[in-house]
């Protein structure tokens, strides 16, 4: 059974930071490249970063620079530093795993950015 489990959201002050991390279980980790989106009330899903098999990381360009996604093969963990968050950053976060034949979510960790 596939299971991709989020944790590590919460509640934030502007200006904070958060790490989210994500296991995987049920799957050939590195296999898969790892990616984190996001979903805003209202808004579509979208990717915030990513982060290949190989370990190349890409990212939202709204989030260069803040954001640093990155992989623990040996924990099958994929992680994701969010720094200097914005309360435009408030959002669900979401898990993904790929493979040109399989994707795969976990359940979502809240994010909120308030004063």
């Known amino acids: 059974q596939v299971r991709l489990v989020e944790s590590g959201g919460g509640l934030v002050q502007p200006g904070g930071s958060l790490r989210l991390s994500c296991a995987a279980s049920?799957?050939?980790?590195?296999?898969?490249?790892m990616g984190w989106y996001r979903q805003a009330p209202g808004k579509q899903r979208e990717l915030v970063a990513l982060?290949?098999?190989?370990?190349?990381?890409n990212y939202a360009d709204s989030v260069k620079g803040r954001f640093t996604i990155s992989r623990d093969n040996a924990k099958n963990t994929v992680y994701l530093q969010m720094n200097s968050l914005k309360p435009e950053d408030t959002a669900v976060y979401y898990c993904?795993?790929?493979?040109?034949?399989?994707?795969?979510w976990g359940q979502g960790t809240q994010v909120t950015v308030s004063s």
């Open positions: 982060i290949t098999k190989g370990g190349s990381p």
């Open positions: 049920g799957i050939i980790f590195i296999l898969y490249d």
């Open positions: 993904n795993a790929r493979t040109v034949v399989a994707t795969q």
